[in-house]
């Protein structure tokens, strides 16, 4: 069964950076979108941003463009979402989910645990 | 980008009720809307795909409809699993964005 592991839980000082890691198994890695997701504490689902990892064509939200920067290494089957320099305000649950897109079927069908990112001083 | 305005964002219900969350979208979406289920401290999990398509492994008492700018999520007799946060999402034009989920409660 296909399935995405995310990399652990993050606690951070504002201005660090961190690169939080998504490894798909199973399938196609190369073969189907990989977005992020945020969910702030106590809050709903955010659309950041998603790549194709067979070419890396990335397209980002423009409430998340310039923010974070999200990558992906095929050999690897590994995707990333990655800060510069971190705020308060990233205090989140980052999910990353696969994109599914056939005949009819165009959702994330499979999602990773989530990634706990804290940042403080 | 097209918002999707969900209704209501908060509901109390009792097991065997019929539940129905509405969603609306800015513009028209044609039928790319996807709706999830989501429980505290788990990842969200796919229900229903290109607006009333139900995802393999999902219990047939949930039941998707609508196409264009209106949507709706029904839940024909609610059991005690299904208390949980659903939100709705667009894929028919970036950003792909969500409703802004419908907490279901018991009553």
């Known amino acids: 069964e296909a399935q995405l592991v995310q990399s652990g839980p993050e606690v951070k000082k504002p201005g660090e950076s961190l690169k939080i890691s998504c490894k798909g198994s199973r399938y196609t890695f190369s073969g189907h979108w990989i977005g992020w997701v945020r969910q702030m504490p106590g809050k709903g689902l955010e659309w950041m941003g998603i790549i194709y990892p067979d070419d890396s064509d990335t397209r980002y939200s423009p409430a998340f463009q310039g923010q974070v920067t999200i990558s992906a290494d095929k050999s690897i089957t590994t995707a990333y979402l990655h800060w510069s320099s971190l705020k308060a305000s990233d205090t989140a649950i980052y999910f990353c989910?696969?994109?599914?897109?056939?005949?009819?079927?165009?959702?994330?069908?499979?999602w990773g645990q989530g990634t706990m990112v804290t940042v403080s001083s | 980008d097209i918002q999707l305005t969900q209704s209501p964002s908060f509901l109390s219900a009792s097991v065997g009720d019929r539940v129905t969350i509405t969603c609306r979208a800015s513009q028209g979406i044609s039928s790319y809307l996807a709706w999830y289920q989501q429980k505290p401290g788990k990842a969200p999990n796919l229900l229903i795909y290109?607006?009333?398509t139900l995802q393999r492994g999902v219990p047939s008492r949930f039941s998707g409809s609508g196409s264009g700018t209106e949507f709706t999520l029904t839940i024909r007799s609610l059991q005690p699993e299904d208390f949980a946060t659903y939100y709705c999402?667009?894929?028919?034009?970036?950003?792909?964005?969500f409703g802004g989920g419908t907490k279901v409660e018991i009553k």
């Open positions: 999402q667009q894929l028919n034009s970036y950003p792909h964005t």
């Open positions: 989910a696969r994109r599914e897109m056939s005949t009819k079927l165009d959702a994330f069908d499979i």
């Open positions: 290109g607006a009333s």
